[in-house]
């Protein structure tokens, strides 16, 4: 290989192509260049863009022309005088090795580019690109499966596992976990989460609002002219950590993906699906679902302000069985609730909080461990 880049292949604007279990893209730009990689199977995404001053120690050979050549080279012809590789992947960083050796060089040249993990904001963001190539693959597999039956049911399994696959990476892509009716894709490794109502009064006297995302608005009892809220809770090691901004409607369908979750709060949600897929957060030891009380004022008057309940539909909770580490339960105001005899079961409870529900009997919680606020 030469350093006489008018003999060597014409540089493309952009290129595809796959180096290692990535797809990936390159595009330069006459003072930049972009790499974009995506993991094939996890749908990671790295992208950085890359300017003279990054390759100063090769400033005299061309700079970042010199590497965008020797990149286009190794990407369309590779050889033995060109290595381009990952040499590591974290799920923040991933670090790729370009090694060129030529023998007019007294040492090879080995150039060290580290591009940074793509955050993305929403959840509709977060599974754009891999809806769309999910729904080519589902479409081709549907035109294909009636077919696939008839030919080998060993091949049917097979495509039912893919299927399985697929399914779960919409629903987990990457390190995040998408929530139907919430607005951001919320960290797979969160160990404690909040999914409030926008507007919803939560625990200490604040409410949360969309129009703040990830903030809490504090609501003083008559303070500036506010009335005295009469819905305020207590205080609680729940009201800490990470929580989600959501809608009036929510499916907890991928809520077990949260691997790592010890906490849980919901307040304020007036329709939950799939309620019942709480009972597969195994690390599960603390769950608050309390029916919230939004807050309302016109923009012009603070003193018009309206105070109003948002019920949770909560009236089933046999699936609190399936949580074996569960200490801490508070259904504070799931007026619809009545009927908790699959608590007598669960010996490790310590902490029951039941004001506000329907429910009237609590003589077969004989545990004298077990507090009962009620």
């Known amino acids: 290989m030469c350093l006489c880049w008018k003999v060597c292949t014409p540089t ?47 400033s005299q050979m061309g700079g970042l022309e010199f590497v965008g050549r020797l990149l286009t080279t190794a990407i369309q012809k590779p050889n033995a005088d060109l290595d381009f590789k990952v040499a590591k992947e974290t799920p923040a960083i991933l670090t790729l090795v370009l090694t060129y050796s030529n023998p007019i060089l007294l040492k090879p040249i080995s150039l060290t580019m580290e591009l940074p993990a793509a955050r993305r904001a929403t959840g509709s963001a977060d599974v754009g690109e891999l809806g769309r190539k999910l729904r080519e693959t589902v479409g081709t597999v549907a035109r294909l499966e009636e077919t696939v039956k008839q030919i080998n049911p060993s091949v049917q399994a097979t495509l039912e596992k893919l299927m399985a696959r697929l399914s779960d990476l919409e629903e987990r892509t990457g390190d995040f976990v998408v929530l139907p009716g919430c607005e951001y894709a919320i960290p797979a490794s969160l160990t404690s989460l909040k999914l409030v109502a926008d507007g919803t009064c939560l625990l200490d006297n604040a409410y949360y609002s969309a129009m703040a995302p990830n903030k809490k608005i504090p609501y003083v009892n008559g303070h500036n002219g506010l009335p005295p809220n009469p819905f305020a809770w207590n205080n609680s090691e729940l009201d800490k950590g990470s929580y989600g901004i959501v809608g009036n409607s929510l499916s907890l369908k991928n809520i077990k993906h949260f691997k790592h979750l010890t906490h849980l709060a919901i307040a304020g949600i007036p329709i939950i699906l799939h309620i019942e897929s709480l009972g597969k957060l195994k690390n599960l030891t603390h769950l608050t679902i309390i029916s919230g009380h939004t807050i309302q004022w016109t923009y012009n008057s603070i003193q018009h302000i309206l105070i109003s309940e948002k019920t949770v539909p909560c009236t089933d909770i046999s699936w609190v069985k399936n949580l074996p580490k569960l200490q801490t339960l508070i259904l504070k105001g799931c007026k619809n609730l009545v009927d908790i005899t699959v608590l007598k079961d669960m010996p490790q409870l310590k902490e029951l909080d039941i004001r506000d529900t329907g429910v009237r009997n609590t003589d077969f919680l004989t545990n004298p461990s077990l507090k009962i606020t009620k």
Not at 34 to 58: C, G, N, P, Q
């Open 12 to 58: 493309l604007p952009t290129m595809e192509f796959t180096l290692s279990s990535f797809t990936g893209r390159l595009v330069l730009n006459p003072s930049d260049f972009i790499l974009h990689l995506e993991h094939k199977d996890s749908a990671r995404m790295y992208e950085h863009t890359f300017f003279d001053r990054d390759f100063l120690e090769v």
